[in-house]
Each structure stands twice: as C-alpha cells, then as structure tokens.
Nanobody, 119 residues
Framework: QMQLLESGGGLVQAGGSLRLSCSAS????????MAWFRQAPGKERELVAS????????YYANNVEGRFSISTNRAKNSVYLQMNSLEVEDTAVYYC????????????WGQGTQVTVSS
C-alpha cells in the first residue's frame, strides 16, 4: 500500500510563505491526479490545487490562484505546494492526495500537516 508523507507546515505571519512537500513511498508510480486539499476547523475539506498525470495545466482554487503553486519532482516521487502571500484564512490542515490509475476518486491520502497563519 502506497503511503504519502507531508511536511513543511508551521506557523507563519500573514504575508509570509511556506512550502509543503509530499513524498510517496512507492517509486515511479503512475497516477491519474495528484492534489493538495485543506480543511479548516468547522469547514469542509476543499481542493486547493491539483494536476493530472497525463499533463495539462494545473488546477487552482479561486481563493489561492496567483498565490499558490503546485509542482512535482517525479524522480523524488514528490509533489510540492509553494504558498506565498499567506492569509489568515489559509490556516488549515493540508493534505496530499493521489488518485491512482483507474480510481474514481482520490484514494491515497497523507496524514496532513498543519499550517497556521497569524495576523
């Protein structure tokens, strides 16, 4: 069973930056999509950014577009989320997720990493 491990969360002041990393335990795996989700206290989980394994432009939620950037290093089996101009509203637990080939939804999840943005 493939596992995902996130890192890079922490406490940052509004306007600051953080870079989240997600490493997969399996090398050279294929996938339909990889993504970052987040869930703030009392709110539903939301898709923040994603990209398809077959290529094409990445997807960004409206409230992060222009501030966040998703990227991948296939050689390191990793996906990253660069977060700039952070806002208090970005405070949440961030999760890395993979939709494996043939899966109908994101079916592999990391344990999450906390991002807290202070005013």
């Amino acid at each position: 069973q493939m596992q995902l491990l996130e890192s890079g969360g922490g406490l940052v002041q509004a306007g600051g930056s953080l870079r989240l990393s997600c490493s997969a335990s399996r090398r050279a795996f294929t996938f339909d999509a990889m993504a970052w989700f987040r869930q703030a206290p009392g709110k539903e989980r939301e898709l923040v950014a994603s990209f398809r394994g077959r290529g094409g432009p990445p997807y960004y939620a409206n409230n992060v577009e222009g501030r966040f950037s998703i990227s991948t290093n296939r050689a390191k089996n990793s996906v990253y989320l660069q977060m700039n101009s952070l806002e208090v509203e970005d405070t949440a637990v961030y999760y890395c997720a993979v939709q494996r080939v043939g899966a109908s939804k994101y079916d592999v999840w990391g344990q999450g990493t906390q991002v807290t943005v202070s005013s």
